[in-house]
């Protein structure tokens, strides 16, 4: 048990530190605003796994997963939200205004609470709209859970702790990706790169979403 579980921890940093549409959206947002907006960002992702654990415990992953137009519905919805997002960063031009440039280290109140709740929201809808993450919950965790004999814990119960592990899995890595995205302001204030950089993030985050439309 101690065996599988260490190969899941191992697995699961890995799945995290992939890039993905998480990761760039928590960087967007913390370098858009501040590292509070990328926290808030990363709570709305966690939310999102949350949602995904009950669906799982309760056995909707299942149905929803051999469901194809439910699949898809998730699938495209989660596609065009990418797109959205990407399109609204490429349009932006400065991704870093000079503000946010001049107070790298502002307090929370410094960022509008509309600001913060709009980073949530891209969080938690970017994360129960992508398909890769009922994937997760459907198949990948489930390999690790251990048989019967091997362990005290119920299906459901080793579940929710191989879930539990890769919320604090997510937690860890995400917050590392905040601070360190937020030290890069630091060497930020040139216009021109700026520019460069918000319709490269933009365009990343579109590839994700196109990528999402035609996976599978």
């Known amino acids: 048990m101690v065996e599988q579980l260490t190969a899941y921890v191992i697995v699961m940093f890995v799945l995290a530190m992939v890039p993905g549409p998480d990761m760039m959206i928590i960087m967007k947002n913390t370098l858009a605003l501040n590292k509070w907006a990328g926290r808030i960002t990363l709570t709305g992702i966690l939310t999102g796994h949350l949602f995904w654990i009950v669906v799982s415990v309760v056995g909707l992953a299942v149905i929803i997963a051999n469901s194809p137009a439910i699949f898809n519905t998730i699938k495209y919805l989660g596609a065009f939200y990418l797109i959205y ?5 490429i349009r932006a031009g400065v991704l870093v205004p ?3 440039i ?3 280290d502002s307090l929370k109140e410094s960022v509008s609470r509309k600001s913060l709740m709009l980073s949530f ?3 938690f809808v970017a994360n129960i709209l992508n ?4 994937i997760l919950y459907m198949t990948i965790i489930p390999q690790f859970v251990a048989d019967e004999g091997q362990t005290a814990l119920g299906y459901n119960q080793q579940i ?3 879930a539990a592990i ?3 899995v997510s937690i860890i890595w995400f917050m590392t990706v905040v601070e360190l995205v937020n030290l890069l302001k630091r060497w930020m204030k040139s216009y ?3 520019n460069w950089l918000s319709k490269g993030a933009g365009a990343v985050i579109i590839f994700f979403g196109i990528r999402t439309l035609f996976w599978g």
């Open 98 to 100: 000079s503000q946010s």
């Open 166 to 168: 890769l919320l604090i």
């Open 192 to 194: 021109v790169f700026q």
């Open 85 to 89: 997002i990407g399109i609204q960063s």
């Open 102 to 104: 001049d107070h790298i």
């Open 160 to 162: 929710l702790l191989l």
């Open 131 to 134: 398909p890769k993450v009922l």
């Open 121 to 123: 929201r891209q969080g």
